[in-house]
């Protein structure tokens, strides 16, 4: 079935420094991946997401990049705040393409 | 709040007996999902739904069941309530099997 494998499992960076994280996916039909915030306590939230059709997109600070032939997709987060402190979640679509499936998380501290 | 609420938020059962998570949505979305969240193992996919009456299994659905008789509620029941069970529960609705998820805040389950 569908694997979505995530890492570093923990990242700590100077605020101001830019922060990436990668995933890899196995099943090559998936086309949809998002990308997921959750603060402590929290429930995760939707930040960014990426179709198959497009190589890169970029909402203010944080950007995601889709490489398909080598089935990787990473979240680039610049400028770095404290706020952006959390576990960060990316997803692709099950070997049906009915439901996601998540990666186990990155752990994201961003110290002032 | 979001749509989308879950019920109870906190509940401790015992080893054995049934127990029923609820999701309530009012977004009017077709897709209505059942995650488990276990520190180390990210978001799993448990059930899922596409319609009234129509669902599928997940990831790690031993153990559970679930129900949609209307569009806005989804059921999920612990059959008989083991420890390994004991977890947080996020319920997620999406307007289509490619959208963004919108998450529940969550029910947080010990069983003792």
């Known amino acids: 079935g569908e694997n979505v494998e995530q890492h570093p499992s923990t990242l700590s960076v100077q605020e101001g420094d830019s922060a990436v994280i990668k995933c890899t996916y196995s099943?090559?039909?998936?086309?949809?991946f998002p990308w997921y915030k959750q603060e402590l306590g929290k429930r995760p939230q939707l930040i960014i997401d990426?179709?198959?059709?497009?190589g890169e997109k970029k909402d203010q600070r944080i950007a995601v990049t889709l490489n398909k032939t080598a089935k990787h997709f990473s979240l680039h987060i610049t400028e770095t705040q404290p706020e952006d402190s959390a576990v960060y979640f990316c997803?692709?679509?099950?070997?049906?393409?009915?439901?996601?499936?998540f990666g186990k998380g990155t752990t994201l501290s961003v110290s002032s | 709040d979001a749509g989308i609420t879950q019920s109870p938020r906190h509940k401790v059962t015992e080893t054995g007996t049934p127990v029923t998570l609820r999701c309530h949505q009012t977004?009017?979305?077709?897709?209505m999902y059942w995650y488990r969240q276990d520190p180390g193992h990210g978001l799993r996919l448990i059930h899922y739904?596409?319609?009234?009456?129509?669902?599928d299994k997940g990831e790690v659905s031993d153990g559970y069941s679930v129900s949609r008789s209307k569009t806005e509620d989804f059921l999920l029941t612990l059959e008989s309530a083991t420890s390994s069970q004991t977890s947080v529960y996020f319920c997620?609705?999406?307007?289509?099997?490619?959208?963004?998820?919108?998450f529940g805040s969550g029910t947080r389950l010990t069983v003792v």
């Open positions: 099943d090559s039909a998936s086309n949809y």
């Open positions: 977004e009017n979305h077709r897709y």
């Open positions: 997620a609705i999406s307007e289509s099997w490619t959208g963004g998820y919108t």
């Open positions: 739904s596409y319609g009234v009456k129509d669902t």
């Open positions: 990426i179709r198959s059709n497009v």
């Open positions: 997803a692709g679509l099950n070997q049906a393409g009915t439901a996601l499936i």
